[in-house]
């Protein structure tokens, strides 16, 4: 399992370390210098991914936060789809 | 009539302690009517805080930490990797309800009116300084505060560094810096994204001299008067719940 960390312009540091086996995500865990008021929703967030379908991977992130009233300050839902995928693709 | 707010001042504790203080004062104020409080305090022996979100072996020197007797902690607050050097080093941690007519809801505009309070109190030292979106204050294009703020138990918690006089050298021995952070920064070694209070007026400062001039910056901005005051018994029983959380490997080593 890679870190792969992404550095968002003009915005935070996030991480994702990822396992993934055909095609399923197994465990996600996302890091890095961000805020996300309440704090304790990433791991509301990692939670959700688990057993996820990659394909599914904008849709299942899209919709956590549509449905909920997470504050993020310093990124945003696509910077976290983006850095999962970076660690997809390593 | 001018607002009346409690001034802890200046306690020097160890890492877990000093987050454990921070959080009772945060949590007490959903059982009993604690006033809205700022604190300054230092680091005894010297620390270095991770943000809630940060993976602490990516982040700290764990080895280098040892080596110095620096302890190592994390915040409730999310945010960057902090050193906390007992000799170079202010922090203060600001609690007040979330609806308090003075504190913006909006979070962005509420770190500008927080962080509004230190560039005021630095002016009274002769220093210019600026807010740098989301939560940094700088001086000469060069970082002199990281602030990080949380809102649980119906407050705003919000706590930042100053720094006095710092040993960068020190600070990047115990902290790794990522590569990817520092690459659109126009600044090719992270020593030079840094700076101090005493490098900036270059003469010698005390921790009082400081002192003094981030309360007046505080109860200017904030058009309130500080009043010396201490931890309630029931804030003392919630610190000692939450030091056990503090110093424990579950929650420091968590990410």
Redesign the interface.
Known sequence: MKRVEFKIPEGKLIAAEVIEVDGTLISVKITGDFFMHPESSINDLENTLKGQKITDLDETINTFFKNSKIQLIGLSPKDIIHVIKLSLSN | MTDKWRLIDMRIENAATQMAIDEAIAAARTTENNPNTLRLYRWNPSAVSV?????IM?EVDTEACKKYGVDVVRR??????VFHDYNGEITYSLVAPDDDPKIPED??SSYRLICDCIIQGLKDLGIDSEFKP??DIIAGGKKISGN?????YGVILQHGTILVDCDVKKIFSVLKV?G??I??KAIKSAEERVTSLKKIIGSDLTFDEVKYALIKGFENVLNMKLLNGDLTNYENELKEKYLEKYRSPEWVYQ?
């Open positions: 943000g809630y979100f940060q993976s990516n409730i607050t999310g945010g960057g990797a979070i962005i989301i939560n990080a703020q949380t809102r649980r990522s990817v952070k690459s659109d990410r």
